[in-house]
């Protein structure tokens, strides 16, 4: 039986992930932000669910949650930072204070949980760690550029810590899902205030089409529970976990048009070296 940190668990992945992990007899701490969500968390299987009260931005609770997991439930197997949020604005209409929440929620929170899970982990040789991070933390788009970096981020912190883990033990995998029928792209998307009308032609249809299709997407939160909890059990899981036919076709595309412009400019690339 393993014991589960997942932060994010009152609805979407986080939830649906939590109640697989639970079917399967496995021990669930599920981090939420209310009294009433935490109570009705405890009571999904009483004894093997186990509700917490987390804000990620907040550091000193992180470490002090951890902490109590570790001495009271048992010690944490595996580790989902699953906690985040969407967010539309183009890069120039972002406040400051915008982008800056959404690091702290996206990335910020998934390292202070890193860094306060990781030295039992350690201790023990032994672990896994989870980050949901996104297809676009892979791909891009016009409109959702500062969510894109801080996936982009929450990627490039996955496989570097993967490496350096690897040698005692933890092992990471980061889960780039596509569009699931989730609450994403809707009640949890935040969206900045349109003003600049340049933007209007390429970022409004854009926006339109995913309000369009929230509840509507193919990717079903059950299965791609099921999928992690299949990496989890593997002795050799991936640094990186594709979820969805639509995410395996973008990061396709991504890849052929990676390498198509890096031959086109190979031979200038190759020209910055010093003569021998």
């Known amino acids: 039986m393993n014991t589960w940190l997942i932060t994010g668990t009152s609805t979407g992945l986080g939830r649906a992930l939590a109640l697989a992990a639970l079917a399967q007899g496995d021990m669930v701490v599920g981090t ?64 400051m204070a915008d982008i800056r929440h959404q690091f702290e929620v996206n990335v910020f929170g998934a390292l202070g949980l890193i860094k306060a899970v990781l030295p039992h982990m350690r201790g023990r040789r032994g672990g896994r760690i989870i980050n949901i991070t996104s297809i676009g933390g892979l791909t891009t788009g016009p409109g959702i550029g500062i969510y894109n970096a801080s996936k982009f981020a929450l990627e490039a912190i996955s496989e570097s810590l993967g490496k350096e883990t690897a040698g005692f033990g933890v092992k990471v995998t980061a889960v780039e899902p596509g569009a699931f029928r989730t609450d994403w792209a809707g009640r949890s998307l935040k969206r900045s205030t349109r003003s600049i009308a340049e933007y209007t032609a390429v970022c409004e249809p854009i926006s339109e089409a995913r309000s369009t299709r929230s509840g509507h ?34 990061a396709r595309t991504r890849l052929e048009e990676l390498g198509t412009e890096f031959e086109r400019w190979a031979s200038l690339a190759q020209s910055t070296d010093f003569d021998e």
């Open 32 to 95: 939420l932000r209310n009294e009433a969500q935490r109570a009705e968390f405890d009571a999904v299987t009483p004894g093997r669910s186990h509700g917490v009260l987390l804000d990620v931005t907040h550091e000193a609770d992180i470490r002090r949650v951890v902490d109590e997991v570790e001495s009271r439930v048992g010690a944490i197997d595996v580790l989902v930072n699953n906690a985040g949020y969407g967010f539309e604005s183009t890069i120039e209409e972002a406040s």
């Open 217 to 250: 997407q193919r990717g079903d939160p059950a299965k791609a529970a099921a999928a992690i909890l299949q990496i989890v059990a593997s002795d050799d899981p991936p640094a990186h976990l594709l979820l969805g036919s639509d995410a395996l076709k973008r």
